[in-house]
């Protein structure tokens, strides 16, 4: 099971940090994505990392102002976001595939576990 917080508002040019927390003792054999998705659009991938936390991958949207990390002894990945821009604005979701490591071109169908998603809102 994954929980994400974190979200909240905030003006552009500012930052938030995501958390997502899993449930379990297998957290480590996950490759862990975040996706988003705003109003009246669809679900598009923002960032990836493998389930040893050594390679990352991004969306070239948040590319240089998102990173992703991950620590495995507390089951939570991270999404830390700077620089934030109102088309930042959406719903922010974690998942997990049972990977080595997962990339923008997996699509979300491939992710095993979702989590409920957390708000994001940058007003301008």
């Known amino acids: 099971q994954l929980q994400a917080y974190g979200g909240g508002l905030v003006q552009a040019g500012g930052s938030l940090r995501l958390s997502c927390a899993a449930s379990g003792r297998t957290f480590s054999r996950y490759a862990m994505g975040w996706f988003r998705q705003a109003p009246g659009k669809e679900r598009e991938f923002v960032a990836a990392?493998?389930?040893?936390?050594?390679?990352?991958d991004y969306a070239d949207s948040v590319k240089g102002r998102f990173t992703i990390s991950r620590d495995n002894a507390k089951n939570t990945v991270f999404l830390q976001m700077n620089s934030l821009k109102p088309e930042d604005t959406a719903v922010y979701s974690c998942a997990a595939r049972h990977s080595i490591m997962t990339y923008s071109s997996v699509g979300p169908n491939e992710y095993e576990y979702w989590g409920q998603g957390t708000l994001v809102t940058v007003s301008s």
């Open positions: 990392i493998s389930r040893s936390g050594g390679s990352t």
